[in-house]
């Protein structure tokens, strides 16, 4: 019915593609949060870490769990431990980003109760996105918790608000002029220097002067960095497809779809496809604004996106039921390319494929 087949040897491509970027020592953390992009996430970690990445990092201690419970042996990092998985991360051997006093203190108690020294860490310093992160002010106060039996410090970090902006920017420049601080505190007073990173993978396009010692890449390794120029040099992983499931034949002025969203102004051939807002492709996506391809043509969705399917106008294109649909692929139709059609990013569109949608691995 529906597939999202995923093209495995693409990763590797997009591995090479990321290298080059750097320079040779510079360590890559691969990001496989949220299922790998919505991709499956097994596969896609297991490829990671056979290409050889420094790491694996997820938002969520679950989400680490799960990848130890695939056999991954490589270092996790957590970029968003929350209070109650801490137990967790200890449990299954997974590094914690810490960003708060309150998070620091609690996991070192937790060390404390469990008889763990050295624990590796990381800590995340907000420098101008306001998600999590450490305010720069906390710095002395990091670097003397840090120095504590209990810890060590591998990495500190930020994450820059708009990575992809066009340069110069400001806002940029102010976040990377307080990292440097950041930088400059920790490695003036930590015994055994962290190593630092900034940069997504639009960063790394982008700024790649600023790569320091790691860089966190997660959707360049799917083929998208933001911006075509940098696209181009990705190859997209993932390609989606579906199949008609009925074609009808519908006349000028009838309706189609919930709430009447749509009334043919000629007389139309409306085929349904098994996919709806339940399956990632949103609302957003209907009365046109999204389209799909069969046979190499384009076909606008009308009408609402229902919950588990939706109606695309095929008056011009010779089609059956059972035809190939593709929603998006590796070359003109890309994920990116589809996901503005609904005002969306490659991100959205690729994380939010639903459970129902069949993961075809091809290696
Ligand atoms: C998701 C995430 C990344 C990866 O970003 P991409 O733009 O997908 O490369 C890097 N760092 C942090 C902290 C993240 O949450």
Redesign the pocket.
Same mark, same amino acid.
């Given at each position: 019915m529906n597939s999202l087949n995923l093209h495995l040897s693409h990763l590797n491509y997009n591995y090479s593609q990321i290298q080059k970027q750097l320079n040779s020592e510079t360590q890559i $953390?691969a $990001?496989v @949060?949220a299922g790998a %992009?919505g991709s499956a996430s097994e596969a896609v970690a297991k490829r990671l870490e056979a290409l050889g990445v420094d790491y694996l #990092?997820v938002?969520y201690a679950e989400e680490g769990e799960v990848l130890r419970s695939y056999g991954i042996k490589i270092p996790i990092m957590v970029? %968003?431990p929350q209070l109650d998985s801490l137990k967790t991360i200890i449990e299954k051997a997974l590094e914690p980003?810490l960003y708060s006093r309150s998070l620091l203190m609690a996991f070192k108690g937790l060390l404390k109760d469990t008889n763990k020294t050295k624990y590796p860490i990381h800590i @995340?310093y907000n420098t101008g996105l306001y998600?999590v992160g450490f305010s720069p002010e906390d710095t002395d106060w990091v670097i003397s918790q840090a120095a504590s039996n209990q810890f060590n410090l591998k990495s500190v %970090?930020s994450?820059l608000a708009a =990575?992809e902006d066009q340069r110069p920017s400001q806002s940029c420049d102010q976040q990377i002029r307080l990292f440097e601080a950041i930088k400059k505190a920790h490695s003036a007073q930590n015994s055994l220097i962290p190593k630092f990173h900034l940069?997504?993978? =639009? *960063? $790394?396009f982008n700024y790649p002067e600023l790569q320091y010692d790691m860089v966190?890449? *997660?959707?360049? !390794?799917?083929g !998208? #960095?933001?911006h075509p120029k940098w696209d181009a040099l990705l190859k997209p992983i993932a390609v989606l497809e579906s199949r008609i499931t009925q074609i009808h034949e519908v006349k000028k002025g009838s309706y189609v779809g919930y709430d009447h969203g749509w009334k043919a102004p000629v007389d139309s051939i409306i085929a349904t496809l098994p996919l709806g807002h339940a399956d990632g492709i949103g609302r957003h996506f209907g009365h046109h604004k999204g389209s799909v391809f069969i046979h190499g043509e384009e076909a606008p969705i009308v009408g609402n996106v229902c919950m588990d399917m939706l109606m695309i106008d095929v008056t011009n294109i010779k089609c059956k039921p059972q035809d190939t649909v593709c929603f998006f692929g590796t070359t003109y139709n890309t994920a990116a390319s589809f996901s503005k059609q609904g005002q969306s990013i490659s %991100?959205e569109i690729l994380s939010g494929l639903g459970p129902r949608i069949k993961r075809v691995i091809n290696k």
């Open positions: $953390v $990001v @949060k %992009y #990092a938002a970029f %968003y980003c @995340k998600r %970090y994450h =990575s940069l997504n993978s =639009s *960063g $790394v966190r890449c *997660g959707i360049a !390794f799917h !998208f #960095a933001n %991100y």
